[in-house]
DNA sequence: TATCGAACCGGACCGTAGTCCGATTATGTG
DNA sequence: CACATAATCGGACTACGGTCCGGTTCGATA
């Protein structure tokens, strides 16, 4: 898996095991990401326990969690590739998303790309979020970045830590999930509500 | 246990049985309570299993897992006293947590009102709001109502809806947990964070 | 008080996330 | 190529949340 990206987006460890890795061991890694990722489009991630997964790949359970160490970091590391794209496009990619526009169109942008993400792939993403490993995984911790230095710019005065946090967890899957599921909100109005969200909370 | 109240705060279903409750059965309850309470208060929430709670009331696994359905419910369950207490507050109380103030000075009270509950039972809480029970629990939904309202009255013509709940789940109890464990941010910080929040969101 | 049906009880049982450790195998060195 | 060693492997094991169902108890009725 071509998790490697030669100078890292941000100073920030990504998911890739630093150190040399034995040839059989990152053969089984392999072979569990794409038993994984296949399983749960299968059947989905609710039907697809960590044995169905060992078993797929052929490895043992205690393969599968020395590598991985949990079900949601497994469900991270499926996304991992996806997850490194939309953080290119943050980064080095076109504005209103990349540099170039004024913070609060890369807000808004940022929302917005972040909703469509997380619709395709709601249902991994929310088992990657489950667990302490919500806020500390290395994807929330670029997006909070981002997010904080975006405020940061549109307005030196306010608490942009805490603000960061707060319209981050209005991003998060299971956030989306039930807006969508059980209060029927459509994508749209999530889009518009972001938007209205930060107009409000940016000053412009 | 006196869940009851009389002329319900809200058009709302509340977790009290409708329906006649045999003797024994009530009693077991109680039980059930007493004990949740006091070995979640002894040693912790995350150290105290299901089983044990039913071994300390006396009662087997089945009753337990009858009588709350789970985990979580149970956690709501033994808060359901004080949730009362402040949703009482809420709506009959002194301004500016109750009627009476504007909306935009409710909305601020209400968050300090809501990260001191959540101070004072952050464990429990955070067991009550794993699941989907988190946004559909009567406490929840109580919440979303009273924060759609006033947004509502402060704005006519926002989403109030969308609004409600991305303010809410900054007030969720992981949430609180996070920000004050991992990232070290303060009550105070916390309680100005909110009144920041809630001053560029509504319109003053 | 005797009877009866419904509600309740409890503990055996299941599936799953995560742990552990003896057996195995890959890789650097002589 | 043979060896030593350190990393890896895999499946048995634990703990826990949640389910099920045969037996029991309550309480309304007569």
């Known amino acids: 898996m071509p998790t490697e990206q ?44 960590m044995e169905d997964i ?24 499926v996304l991992s590739e996806r997850e490194s794209a939309f ?3 943050l980064i080095r990619g076109e ?9 609060r169109e890369r807000l808004i942008a940022f929302g917005h790309g972040r909703l469509d993400f997380i619709a395709d792939h709601a249902e991994v993403l929310a088992a990657a979020e489950i667990g302490p490993e919500r806020f500390s995984s290395p994807p929330y911790e670029v997006s909070r970045l981002h997010v904080t230095l975006l405020l940061r710019e549109a ?3 306010c608490d942009a830590e805490y603000l960061a946090e707060t319209l981050l967890v209005a991003l998060g899957a299971d956030f989306y999930v039930y807006l969508g599921l059980a209060r029927e909100l459509p994508m749209e109005r999530l889009k518009e509500g972001w ?8 000053p412009g």
Not at 61 to 76: E, W
Not at 195 to 202: C, N, Q
């Open 155 to 157: 307005d030196p005065g």
């Open 87 to 89: 953080q290119e496009a």
């Open 54 to 77: 060992a078993a797929a790949a052929g490895v043992g359970k205690g393969t599968l969690f020395r590598r991985f160490g949990s079900r949601s970091a497994l469900a991270l590391a």
């Open 6 to 49: 030669q100078t890292p987006a941000i100073e920030l460890p990504v998911l890739a095991p630093a150190a040399v890795e034995r040839a059989d061991a990152a053969r089984n890694r392999q072979r569990i990401l794409c038993a994984a990722q296949r399983l749960f489009a299968e059947r989905g991630v609710s039907c697809t326990s």
């Open 195 to 202: 938007t209205e969200l930060v107009s409000r909370v940016v």
């Open 95 to 103: 504005p209103p998303l990349g540099p170039g526009a004024p913070a």
